[in-house]
């Protein structure tokens, strides 16, 4: 038993020392960190409420004991006219009267019409639902954060691959300035262009990394894990569109909303209860001080009829505006959510578009710019052009980059909105 407890709690130090090898490392960290545990609390507390409506569907006991004392003799349990007289023709029995008695005994009461009771069992089983759609949205939510932080990490450090080969060109482009300026082919200032061209590169792998461990902070805050470097992850199916399900923990609990206003009405209702009492009372007769124990039982229907509740009338009035209210909440978030989902749909074919756009740029820019380093040792393009193709294509690169995190952002959203399984579209 030790030994499984040390292997539970050094598993995530071993997770965080080795090295994470795919996406599914991360999501199944993510399942036993407290911000999914904290869902599963919230179930568990809608489950403990069904329950709880449900238990006013049994019968309820209690035992009792009671000490009674009167200023006169009273009687210890109820007795028909004939048993009187025959107490009072013999007045040498003990009589089951006494200034003091003790009772003790059994009580029984359930319900046995009561209409509010069964909305509001209802009521409780839609809760438990919101609450377990919520548990799973919300892992949704989790899920596509860790992907496009991932993809936003990927970004960052090809856009960092890429500022290092810039600057490895431009180091390269020094050497053979420096020779230049020897030989009094070119301006010292051209040195200087160069040399601000690598600090620029310097102060732009700082600012990356400053976003870098944002990101790093982001995936670590949900599943516990430091990433070193990105994941490579690969998409195996996509979003499917429907229903937006999303919403279904705000539909279930729009059903509870009402549910809880037709219960709250019902409570104006009559009601029905069954009710029964065992008694044992002790206590010394007052005619003659002798020992005397009876019991009886008593069992009754209970009708209650209510005539005037305020505060009934307050809880109704506070229940249907939760629930139209919810109503409400429901068609204004299925209005902006539609909207969204519409917007993504475009935005991701665009990106894609733009995707394979930026692909044949870069590759265009590349060879541009090899031209450009030729022609610059020729002296047929200046410093300020050669500098320029440098920019242009590191600005493509980051543009091409960005899309492709903007890809795998947009197809995270969508999955969310439709309620699809995360792990069945990227590994």
């Known amino acids: 038993m030790k030994k499984i407890l040390m292997i539970f709690l050094l598993s995530p130090i071993l997770l965080r020392a080795q090295e994470v090898k795919n996406i599914g490392q991360l999501f199944d960290s993510l399942k036993s960190q407290p911000v999914s545990l904290q869902d599963e609390f919230r179930v568990q507390q809608a489950l403990t409420g069904k329950q709880l409506a ?53 009580s029984i009461s359930m319900p046995v019409l009561v209409a509010s009771i069964f909305p509001m069992a209802a009521k409780a089983k839609k809760l438990v639902q ?5 548990k799973y949205i919300n892992l949704l939510k989790n899920e596509a954060i860790i992907v496009g932080a991932n993809a936003n990490l990927t970004y960052l450090q090809a856009l960092n691959k890429a500022l290092e080969k810039k600057k490895s060109s431009l180091s390269k482009t020094l050497e053979f300035v420096h020779i230049k300026v020897n030989n009094g082919r070119a301006p010292e200032s051209s040195l200087l262009k160069i040399n601000d061209g690598l600090h620029q590169i310097d102060i732009l792998k700082n600012e990356l990394a400053i976003q870098q461990e944002g990101v790093i902070s982001v995936i670590k805050s949900l599943t516990g894990i430091s990433l070193e470097k990105p994941i490579n992850i690969e998409q195996v199916g996509t979003y499917q569109a429907g229903v937006i399900k999303s919403l279904d923990p705000l539909r279930k609990k729009v059903d509870a909303n009402k549910l809880n206003y037709r219960a709250e009405k019902e409570k104006l209702l009559p009601s029905l209860m069954l009710q029964a009492n065992y008694t044992n009372s002790f206590a010394k007769s007052y005619n ?18 209510p005539l005037f509740a305020k505060d009934q009338y307050a809880h109704i009035k506070k229940s249907k505006l939760d629930f139209e209210s919810s109503q409400n909440d429901l068609q204004k978030m299925s209005i902006e959510l539609e909207a969204q989902a519409e917007e993504l749909q475009k935005s991701l074919l665009l990106i894609e578009s733009s995707i394979q756009l930026y692909k044949q740029s870069v590759e265009d820019k590349d060879q541009l710019l090899a031209i450009a380093k030729v022609s610059y040792k020729t002296d047929e393009i200046s410093m300020e052009d050669y500098l320029k193709y440098e920019d242009d294509l590191i600005l493509e690169k980051s543009k091409l980059f960005k899309a492709k995190a903007q890809k795998w952002q947009t197809l995270m959203k969508l999955s969310v909105i439709y309620g699809n399984n995360i792990e069945e579209i990227v590994k």
Request: glycine share 4%; proline share 5%; charged share 25%.
């Open 288 to 305: 003659n001080n002798q020992n005397i124990n009876k019991d009886y039982t008593t069992a009754g229907l209970v009708l209650k009829v």
């Open 54 to 106: 449900y238990s006013k569907l049994y019968p309820k006991v209690d035992l009792f004991g009671r000490y009674d004392h009167s200023s006169k003799a009273a009687a210890m349990l109820p007795l028909p006219l004939n048993d009187l007289f025959a107490y009072k023709a013999d007045e040498t029995r003990a009589q089951p009267f006494s200034e003091n008695i003790f009772r003790i005994g059994t």
């Open 130 to 134: 919101s609450a377990e759609d919520q």
